[in-house]
């Protein structure tokens, strides 16, 4: 975890950038730890699945957020320098892992 495949530059996120998806992993992390309370406290079932539900959502944007900055920035870049082929490739056999 935390490696490319490939060696392309990575291009920094603004502040803004990383407090938007920070906040949004803050708010899942957040979410999770109220399912483990809703757990502790024997809770409805049903309760406690759609809280999950809400949370796979909230992880899905925050990858689509960083799948688009990813597209917009570094394949962009990479396509520019002529290694768009590995660039695409690389983001394409994430998304297929992100999609299951």
Same mark, same amino acid.
């Given at each position: ?16 950038? #990383?407090? #938007?998806?920070? =906040?949004? +992993? ?8 109220? *399912? ?21 959502? %909230? +992880?899905? =944007? ?15 870049? %990479?396509? =520019? ?6 660039? *695409?490739?690389? +983001?394409? %056999? ?7």
């Amino acid at each position: 975890m935390g490696e490319h495949l490939h060696d392309h530059a990575v291009v920094p996120r603004t502040h803004e950038e #990383k407090d #938007k998806v920070m =906040n949004r +992993l803050k708010r899942i992390e957040g979410q999770v730890r109220g *399912i483990q309370k809703m757990v502790d406290e024997d809770r409805y079932c049903v309760d406690i699945l759609v809280q999950i539900s809400a949370i796979q959502s %909230a +992880l899905k =944007n925050v990858g689509y957020t960083v799948t688009e900055r990813h597209m917009k920035h570094c394949v962009t870049d %990479a396509i =520019n320098k002529g290694e768009g082929e590995d660039s *695409i490739e690389e +983001l394409m %056999a994430v998304l297929k892992q992100f999609s299951k």
